[in-house]
């Protein structure tokens, strides 16, 4: 399992909330997230707005695994557009992040997850425009999607960070290149180090040689 899948399923967890029944929310009775057609294709056929109520956490994040983070495959996806599109997927259905991600395709990294998130709020606000009673959700939705943006930034760099071995490499280059560079330009430092080191040699043989006398 990815590394950021606890990380983003908890962030997702927080966002979506426990049960609510909104009249204006087309998803209708909504528990962690998981509106009542989702429990009623994943759970129970004959699921109620009660037994919505009374789902489990476990059995949202099984749910989440397997028909969302899986089925977007996010797992092959970079760190950070992981995230975006797993929330955007869940948010607003499947369809709209594999849409992005084809749009986008010429893209990478950060400049993909800006791209995503930024179309993300152009639908969002067109959906409001186009469904008046969305108004009320759309200053929150558009906080979240400015949350998931920061968030995958943050991952994305983490994926960019070299490691310990790799930066001990580059800065031993970094200093070889600099002490190369010092010497082509000042020749005469060469000639010291080089009297230096047989001046050096010189004392230790000379002492060892007299030890013990």
Known sequence: MKQNYNDCLLRLLKDEGGYTNDPNDSGGPTNF???LG???KYIDGE???EDVRRMTVDQA???YKSKYWDALGCDNLSGGVDYTCFDYGVH???G???KALGAFKSLSGTKLIEAINNERTAFLKALAVRKPQNQKFLKGWLNRVSRVNSYSLQLAGKDNVSGPVAGTVAGGVVVASSFSSIFSQHPYLTVGLGIGLAIGI???VHLLKNKGK
Do not use: E, F
């Open 92 to 94: 607003s259905g499947l």
């Open 96 to 98: 709209r992040p594999r």
């Open 33 to 35: 997230g998981i509106t």
């Open 61 to 63: 994040k099984s749910i």
């Open 38 to 40: 989702d429990y009623r």
């Open 47 to 49: 699921g109620t707005a």
């Open 202 to 204: 010189g004392l230790i």
